[in-house]
């Protein structure tokens, strides 16, 4: 790709923001072209269900972000599964293995990615026991015993699925309850195969045959160390912003590391916004829709008010 191609607003993230903004952009005729580089839909692709989107009772995280991507292409937007390595705010262009494309608007919505329990072995396991993502992998272990860690609403959704596909589901969190939405609490507490472990944490991932065989708890009131065999270890313990393309560029960020906004989304390069988790707040479906709304109908007026190519700093 090259200058030619002329976008007019490019996008940098493949979930609910980005998609969102892609079908803003496109709609009101901008040229315009998303970068994904992992996978479309972000986190909220992977969400079991999806109980609080408007519109729909429930919904798989999937189907709903794949219904956005549809929508957006549809309106003319282009994807790239190409992943963006640099922003230049004086070119207003980025950087991809492909080269480099100028555009005249940018939106960050590069999401956020999840925590990590930091177990020696946990990334040599990934693929061979360990997962992030319950829907991704939960059938590969159907009427086997797995295990998922983490108290609030992510882990409570992962417990509520696979109690439909594993046999058994061990529920390990390190406080004396749950701290999800009380709903979600509640479902959870009902299932009959989910077997709660609170004041726990996980001290060590056991190998049986190069996968996860069993996990070493340790209970934080008794200091009771046992063990439990499972099949698989779903870890739902938060995320963090990827703001790193951010911050190489000198992206003002918060002390979370998420990216600071204005009430326009905009960063503090003109004509640079960001939208979604990646900015932290309310992280929702709902407040990343709204977000990315907002950035793609002020990079609009930004570009047709003839800002662009200013590329400094406010």
Known sequence: MSDKDGF??????GGPAGLTAAIYGGRMGLKTALYEGKGFGGLAG?????????????INGLELTEKMREQAENWGATFFYN???????????????????????????????????????????????????AT????????????????????????????????????IHRRHCMRAETCIANEVESLDNVIPMYNCT??????????????????????????????????????????????KVGIELDEDNFIKVNKNQETNFSGIYAAGDVTGGIRQVTTAVGEATTAAMNAYLYIKKGWYGEGVTK
Do not use: W
């Open 8 to 13: 007019e607003l490019v996008i940098i993230g």
């Open 46 to 58: 992977t969400a079991p269900k999806i109980e609080n989107y408007p519109g729909f009772t429930s």
């Open 83 to 133: 992943e963006v390595s640099a922003i230049n705010p004086k070119e207003m262009s980025i950087t991809t293995y492909e080269g480099d494309t100028k555009t005249k608007a940018i939106i960050i919505a590069t999401g956020s990615k999840h925590l990590t329990l930091g177990l020696p072995n946990e990334f040599e396991l990934v693929g061979n026991g360990i997962s992030y993502c």
């Open 136 to 171: 991704c992998d939960g059938p590969l272990f159907r009427d086997q015993e797995v295990a998922t860690v983490g108290g609030g609403n992510a882990a409570g959704l992962e417990v509520i699925y696979l109690s439909g596909v594993a046999r058994k589901v061990y529920l």
């Open 202 to 247: 996980i001290e060590e991932a056991i190998t049986k045959n190069n996968k996860l065989g069993a996990l070493k708890i340790k209970n934080l009131e008794t200091g009771e160390i046992s063990n439990i065999s499972v099949n698989a270890l779903f870890i739902a313990i938060g995320v963090e912003p990827q703001s790193d393309l951010a911050e």
